[in-house]
Nanobody
Framework: EVQLQASGGGLVQAGGSLRLSCAASGFTFDDYAIAWFRQAPGKELEGIAAITTRDMMQWSRDPLKGRSTVSVDASMNTVYLQMNNLRPEDTAVYYC??????????????????????????WGKGTLVTVSS
């Protein structure tokens, strides 16, 4: 079964850092776009960043204004989202999602994930990040 599992959320004080993990099972990351999203209470789903594992290109919507970095460890089949200098407004449920890039343009795939997240084929359960002031 194809699954993603996001983890690493928790309670952190403003100014702190967290590294979220997105682990895949049932498939390997060798030709996928993996994207991170978040949804704050009462707000719409928001794209953060994506990385495509075929070419290691990254695409950022940058809602954290330069305070986030996405990376991949192919040996662990895991994608990470490093977030620094967290602010209370970063409080949200964070999700990862995956879309195959096999026989597809990676830039188009990543862009489509942000424009049409409802069409993404694989979603992980979210992990809650709470930033206290």
């Amino acid at each position: 079964e194809v699954q993603l599992q996001a983890s690493g959320g928790g309670l952190v004080q403003a100014g702190g850092s967290l590294r979220l993990s997105c682990a895949a099972s049932g498939f390997t990351f060798d030709d996928y776009a993996i994207a991170w999203f978040r949804q704050a209470p009462g707000k719409e789903l928001e794209g953060i960043a994506a990385i495509t594992t075929r070419d290691m290109m990254q695409w950022s919507r940058d809602p954290l204004k330069g305070r986030s970095t996405v990376s991949v460890d192919a040996s662990m089949n895991t994608v990470y989202l490093q977030m620094n200098n967290l602010r209370p407004e970063d409080t949200a449920v964070y999700y990862c999602a995956a879309e195959t890039t096999a026989r597809r343009d990676t830039a188009i795939t990543a862009g489509t994930m942000f424009r049409a997240p409802n069409a993404i084929s694989v979603w992980g359960k979210g992990t809650l990040v709470t930033v206290s002031s």
